[in-house]
């Protein structure tokens, strides 16, 4: 239970950290994306701990297919916030869209 309150306060700080520099300066939203976007990090020393090679592999398979999913998201959110002919262009109600998408999406993903 330690550990969930140690990567819940390193998770929030991540954010807290991103939103800090956002406002400081625009040039630093490329850095940003990089940071937020930190679960490749999180994926690849996971992986290098385990010493299962079945476990790896499906650690593998698994990472792609979140990958696939995650960028298929993106790319309807930036649709949905960027369009102007649709229900959904502000971007609150496009994101609460497609977090609604993303938990049916996961629920499967986790049933199959």
Do not use: C, Q, R
């Amino acid at each position: 239970m330690k550990s969930f309150f140690k990567n819940f306060l390193i998770g929030g700080l991540m954010v807290a950290i991103a939103e800090y520099f956002i406002h400081k300066d625009t040039k630093n939203i490329k850095y940003v994306s990089i940071m937020v976007h930190g679960a490749p990090l999180a994926f690849l020393a996971t992986y290098l701990l385990l010493n299962n090679k079945e476990k790896e592999i499906l650690l593998v398979k698994n990472g792609i297919y979140m990958s696939l999913i995650i960028t298929l998201l993106m790319i309807i959110l930036y649709f949905l916030i960027n369009t102007k002919n649709n229900i959904f262009n502000n971007k609150i109600y496009s994101t609460i869209f497609i977090i609604i998408i993303w938990i049916i999406v996961m629920y499967s993903f986790t049933l199959f």
